[in-house]
């Protein structure tokens, strides 16, 4: 089945740096790469996705690239801000079972 | 529209009684997810709806666990009887027109069995 290994669990960096996360899976067929951004005590919520035909997509501050060859994908998030401080979920399709599997998390912490 | 809806926010219940979590999905939307969220698990599919039918239920933990969905704009997920392994967040999220699009997530429930 689909497998998607999330790294780093915990990120802390200085605010107006940039943060880095990484996600690889194991389904080949895969070509849908969502990341959600998860606030305290609230649902996770959609901040950008890329699909398989792309290689990079950005909407300001964050940008997503995808390797299909090596089966990896990344969020870069520049210049953050304290607002930048929550959980992030990659995740893609587990296309055999038409379903979303998540990674594992990512707690990204912003030091003023 | 409001969003996906969930309730209750928060339920403390006894081991043993029946608990019902409930979901209303985004008008128009024809797929209704149910997550549940721990520490040590993340975020694991439980089960979800297109059209109101169920598609896979896979990841229902056991026999105890059980969803429905009677319209578009209502689903419920019932554990019967409750244990205190079931203490999770429990998200409910839908979408529009395919699996691999943007999913909408509810609030949440927190369940805690004690």
């Known amino acids: 089945g689909e497998n998607v290994e999330q790294h780093p669990s915990t990120l802390s960096v200085q605010e107006g740096d940039s943060a880095v996360i990484k996600c690889t899976y194991s389904d080949s067929a895969s070509n849908y790469f969502p990341w959600y951004k998860q606030e305290l005590g609230k649902g996770p919520q959609l901040i950008i996705d890329i699909r398989s035909n792309v290689g990079e997509k950005k909407d300001q501050r964050i940008a997503v690239t995808l390797n299909k060859t090596a089966k990896h994908f990344s969020l870069h998030i520049t210049e953050t801000q304290p607002e930048d401080s929550a959980v992030y979920f990659c995740a893609a399709p587990y296309s055999s079972a038409s379903k979303i599997i998540f990674g594992s998390g990512t707690r990204l912490s912003i030091r003023p | 529209d409001a969003g996906v809806i969930q309730s209750p926010r928060h339920e403390v219940t006894e081991m043993g009684q029946e608990v019902t979590l409930r979901c209303k999905p985004i008008s128009g939307h024809d797929y209704l997810f149910w997550y549940r969220q721990t520490m040590m698990r993340g975020l694991e599919l439980l089960i979800y709806?297109?059209?109101?039918?169920?598609?896979?239920d896979s990841g229902m933990p056991e026999d105890r666990f059980s969803a429905k969905m009677p319209n578009a704009s209502f689903s419920t997920l019932k554990i019967q009887p409750s244990e205190p392994r079931d203490s999770a967040v429990y998200f409910c999220?839908?979408?529009?027109?395919?699996?691999?699009?943007?999913?909408?997530f509810g609030q949440g429930t927190r369940l805690t069995v004690v």
């Open positions: 999220a839908s979408s529009y027109s395919r699996v691999f699009t943007e999913a909408f």
């Open positions: 709806f297109n059209n109101n039918v169920p598609i896979d």
